[in-house]
């Protein structure tokens, strides 16, 4: 206090007190007040000042108008140098000198009213204050902010609260100032009473500190909680009972983690969980709010097990744990305000607000609503302001229960007295709050209302007062002076003590600890089993209370889809990234595939039609959105999965939220990949075709992305998930029959004839052909030929390699039919049998009879037969060989429409050049394969121009087809390779939404970690 200040309060008190004079009473009171905050030697110099301020006010005015003025010039002057508490001491001090001479005019009355009312101290605070002072007997204490503690069991109080504690001689009042929540108590008798172990003279005032306690012979003490229970106004919120009954845990490995744990508590206390490293204490938290359930005993809120009938306390829980649930790249307003929308679906968006902004002001985050959380790497706001922000977010829906894991973890102290007094606060409310606390200070110690501490392997060691914890422990290893809870000449507790004494280590013969604790935890157990006295709650009979409304599946997916958009916006180096890496990477890949021979004489410049490397850019652009899918989806469900646990706490949708990341990642993919495609095309000059490669590779960028999500949903670390895309990718690579062809495949997976199923299995496979084919017979230029190159394209394979090998294998059969050698006889039974099915197919094709080709086996196969079928081949031949004329007529003559001048003819030329690529002709065509047809399965496999060929009709799904092909057969029709092969991905993209719903992938890899755990294996 400062000399000004105090000199301040010197003349109001010499103001109020000179009546005619001050009295010999009045002026011992001053002198009480100086020795409670001067040394002894200053006390008689400020007594001689106060003396002088009386000596030198005026005669006392017959009217109150000029000393109410002095009085209130007085306050102006210490009130911005004052707290409301001190204001509130002010005012009893005041009291007890004016009321020292024992009575209190009409002129002092005034006189201290208008002091109340310039201190803002409502009247009723002040007139409680009077009846404080003034009452000697419990008769004339009768007022609502007063409690009195006595041996009376009647209840002849109207106003006053009362506690009974029968062996009290006397009684203690304890007074409660609202205005700014503050205790004061007396006593009056003849016990001996020990107000944190300091003596209590009769008739003294003192305050009544956070977490202290009154104890007298052979009644149980009266604590801070149980008188702030008296004075609680829990509104209209109902009385909540809370118990644990033998509480056991087990965990998967048979280790246990609880053993029999009991507590009753009820609204309006704060308890913290106290214990060493790994004593249990964060799982006997997780087992009372709900998160696990206990192998023994059970968790009862108003009777309703938490377990058994979780629906019907929905929403009375709240959970803090000790890792932050704050989204870093949205505001510290807008992680309250999604929150609050997810919380409450029945709420109109200014009272969103308004609760928000209340919550803000209560956290006393007003200020920084509009800054950006940030990671706690890259600071926005401090730790302390995180931590009340994560409680915020339970905050918010006010839960009746709150549980929070560590809330003061990693503060400073400072931090951490303003988490507790936040928490402590709530429970004054009516909410029961329980804390995993770890090294308090004494201050925060002495907050709580109760205290239970876990030792390790889950044995509970004590439940009760904090501070008598302390006297608990002491007592139990008859340390000297264990009466003592607290420093008498500070008031400080150090509950590290508690920690000393239960871990206390066994000194060996040379004075030196050893690691033997002298008290196991099994004892500890024991001892405190023999000493509790178990706490008892009335179960309530209320229905729990819940404000929770969560809103609709459909409100909370596009809930999460605007937290999610928001939050990515604010990220700009995420957004500037994932929107330049495709055009970027687009000009890149096409400017160094932007081929054409400068050698050449017949070209000026870049052609697309001689352009060589047109396959391999869309080979790449396959590879590239695939890449993309990934990067973009594969942190999204690991950087929410703290998040997740706790909307899966408020029992929010999961589909929802994986509709929304679907979501927005498809709207992503979409985006980049049609800035690819623009930026590609545009540098290539490939035309007409930008729907087709827009849709391929967004098609194939949704798998990706959902591939992305899976692994981002099953795997624990981001950097795992990393390792996992090159994985993901190289398979793709390789499998696509790109980088190896399939027939050049590992027999063992592959085949020479169609594409294997390792290849069905990839994306880039579909994707790459459904490019490949559609830029070829879909482009401008192809489609006006393309009939009468199917056509040809035919009938060129059946006249110069089906036919031909027919033959072949018919000659074969006459020179060794009759031949008595197995493996010849075993040839041309299967040539035979060859024959006779690729033969009927024709007859089936061009509608012909042949009476011969029943007799095409080795029984009764002749030269006859053979004459007959060979007949019947060279007709089939002249018939091909017609189809091929016709069709080649057909197409010159629409060429020669196109070319018949010179204008014409150049016009084609560019027109032909503009859509036609050589390089992919060739590889769709598959000219570069040498065995242009093969045996396979007792069948003639075409090799060459898969590109014409139709699909097989045997085949009710054409998943086992050629490499190219236009179309695939698919129940009884053909579909166009583009629409085939994207409706491949695209079901391809549903297994794996499906399998993200299920989290499939996450319970494979639980199954495989547990299966590999010895002591699961052994359970």
């Known amino acids: 206090m400062s000399e000004q200040l105090l000199k301040a309060i010197l003349r109001l008190f010499a103001v109020v007190a000179h009546e005619d004079d001050v009295t ?13 905050h001067l040394s002894r030697a200053a006390v008689e110099s400020y007594l001689r000042i106060f003396d002088d301020y009386v000596q030198a006010l005026p005669p006392r005015s017959a009217e109150l108008s000029a000393e109410l003025v002095n009085v209130e010039a007085l306050c102006k002057e210490v009130n911005p140098l004052l707290t409301q508490k001190q204001k509130v001491v002010i005012v009893l001090e005041l009291i007890n000198i ?50 009195i503690v006595d041996a009376s069991a ?20 304890v007074l409660h100032v609202e205005t700014a929540e503050i205790y004061f108590i007396k006593y009056l008798g003849g016990s001996d009473v020990y107000l944190n172990g300091v003596p209590v003279k009769s008739g003294r005032i003192a305050v ?52 029999e744990v009991n507590l009753a508590e009820e609204s309006g206390n704060l308890i913290a969980l106290m214990g060493g490293s790994g004593a249990g204490k964060s799982t006997l938290l997780h087992v009372l709010n709900g998160s696990d359930g206990p192998s023994q005993g059970q968790v009862l809120i108003n009777g309703i097990d938490i377990h058994k009938n979780p629906k019907s306390i929905e929403g009375v829980i709240g959970f803090v744990p000790q890792d932050d649930l704050l989204i870093e790249d949205l505001t510290v307003y807008q992680n309250l305000y999604y929150a609050a929308k997810l919380c409450f679906s029945d709420k109109p968006e200014a009272e969103i607000d308004t609760l928000v902004m209340k919550v803000l002001e209560d956290l006393g985050l007003a200020e920084t609503k509009d800054l950006k959380v940030g990671s706690p790497l890259r600071k926005t706001i401090s730790g302390g302001q995180r931590k009340r922000l994560n409680i915020g977010l339970e905050l918010l829906r006010e839960p009746a229960v709150l549980f929070c894991d560590e809330p003061t973890s990693g503060l400073s102290s400072r931090d951490s007295e303003n988490i507790i007094d936040l928490l402590k606060e709530l429970s004054l409310k009516g909410k029961l709050v329980f804390a995993v606390i770890h090294q308090p200070s004494s201050d925060i110690f002495k907050m709580f209302d109760k205290l239970l501490i876990l030792d390790s392997g889950g044995y509970q060691i004590y439940y009760g007062n904090p501070v008598d914890s302390i006297v608990y422990f002491k007592k139990s290893i008859n340390l000297v002076n264990s009466e003592e809870g607290e420093c008498h000449e500070c008031g400080n507790v150090n509950p590290e003590q508690i920690f000393n004494i239960i871990e206390t280590k066994v ?56 937290r999610d958009i928001q939050a990515k916006i604010h990220n700009r180096q995420y957004m500037i990234i994932n929107l330049l890496e495709a055009p970027v990477l687009a000009f890149i890949l096409a400017f160094i595939v932007r081929y054409y021979n400068v050698d050449d004489k017949f070209l000026t410049g870049y052609s697309f039609s001689k352009n060589l490397n047109l396959p391999a850019y869309l080979f790449m652009s396959v590879i590239v959105a695939l890449f993309m899918g990934l990067t973009v989806s594969a942190e999204e469900i690991i950087r929410d999965r703290k998040i997740l646990k706790r909307e899966a706490f408020l029992h929010l949708s999961r589909s929802s939220y994986i509709f929304s990341k679907i979501s927005i990642l498809f709207i992503l993919s979409a985006v980049q990949t049609l800035a690819f495609v623009a930026v590609g095309n545009y540098i290539l000059e490939i035309k007409g075709m930008f729907f087709h490669h827009w849709f391929i590779l967004f098609s194939t960028a949704c798998f990706a992305n959902l591939l992305g999500l899976n692994i981002s949903s099953a795997f624990n670390s981001a950097v795992t998930i990393y390792i996992l895309i090159p994985l993901l990718l ?23 004839a169609t594409v294997p199923m390792v290849g069905d299995l990839m994306a880039s496979r579909w994707a790459f052909e459904a490019a490949m084919v559609s830029q070829f017979k879909d482009n401008t230029y192809e489609r006006e030929f393309f009939v009468y190159d199917k056509t040809m394209a035919d009938a060129d394979y059946k006249k110069v390699y089906f036919i031909p090998e027919l033959e072949t294998k018919l000659q074969y059969s006459l020179n060794n039919f009759k031949s008595t050698e197995p493996d010849v006889q075993k040839k041309v039974a299967t040539d035979l049998k060859l024959i006779r099915r690729e033969v009927e197919g024709t007859l089936e094709h061009t509608g012909q009879t042949l009476p011969a080709i029943d007799k095409l086996d080795p029984a009764t196969f002749d030269s006859a037969t053979y004459t007959a079928v060979t007949t019947y081949l060279e007709h089939l031949k002249k018939y091909y060989v017609n189809r ?69 009709p045997e085949h009710a799904i054409d998943f086992d087809a050629q490499f190219y092909m236009p179309a695939k057969h698919f129940l009884n029709r ?23 719903y299920f989290d499939v992938l996450r319970r494979i890899i639980d199954g495989i970690s547990n299966l590999s755990n010895p002591l699961y294996r052994k359970k």
Do not use: C
């Open 974 to 996: 053909n579909i166009d390779t583009f629409y085939f092969n994207t409706g491949v991905i695209w079901s391809m993209s549903l297994v794996l939404a499906l399998a993200l």
């Open 507 to 562: 000194i060996n013969e040379y004075g030196h600890f050893t690691n033997e604790r002298k008290i196991s935890a099994e004892q500890w157990n024991a001892i405190f089993k023999n000493n509790y006295r178990p706490f008892s709650v009335e179960p309530s009979k209320e229905v729990p209370h819940s404000t929770l409304n969560i809103p609709t599946r459909f409100k909370q997916a596009h809930l999460f889809s605007m």
């Open 884 to 952: 091929y004329n016709t069709a080649d007529q057909s197409k010159e003559k629409k060429i020669f429409e196109l070319t018949n001048t010179p204008e014409k003819q150049e016009a084609f030329n560019k027109f032909r050049e503009a859509y036609h690529n050589d390089a992919i002709t060739d590889l769709v065509k598959n000219l570069q394969e040498t065995h242009r047809i093969v045996e396979m399965d007792g069948k003639l496999i075409q090799k060459i121009y898969p590109v014409y060929k139709d699909p097989d």
């Open 98 to 147: 004016i009321q020292a001479d024992g009575s209190i005019s009409a002129r002092e009355e005034a006189l201290l009213n208008a002091i109340g009312e310039n201190f803002k101290i409502a009247p009723a605070d002040v007139n409680a204050i009077k009846t404080f002072i003034l009452g000697q007997q419990v008769a004339a204490l009768d007022n609502d902010h007063i409690l």
């Open 24 to 36: 010999q009473q009045e002026r011992d009171q001053i002198r009480r007040f100086l020795d409670e």
């Open 154 to 173: 009647s209840g002849h109080f109207q106003k006053s609260h009362h506690i009974v504690r029968p062996h009290l001689n006397g009684f203690v009042a």
């Open 730 to 752: 190289i398979p793709q690579l390789i499998l696509s029959g790109v980088v190896v062809r399939f027939d050049k495949l590992n027999p063992a997976i592959g085949n020479t």
């Open 208 to 259: 009544l500190a956070v977490g202290s306690m009154l104890r007298w012979e052979k009644d149980e003490p009266v604590y801070y909680g149980d008188i702030l229970n008296r004075f609680k106004k829990f509104g209209s919120y109902p009385r909540l009972s809370f118990e644990g009954r033998n509480l056991s845990f087990k965990f998967k490995n048979g280790k246990l983690g609880l053993r």
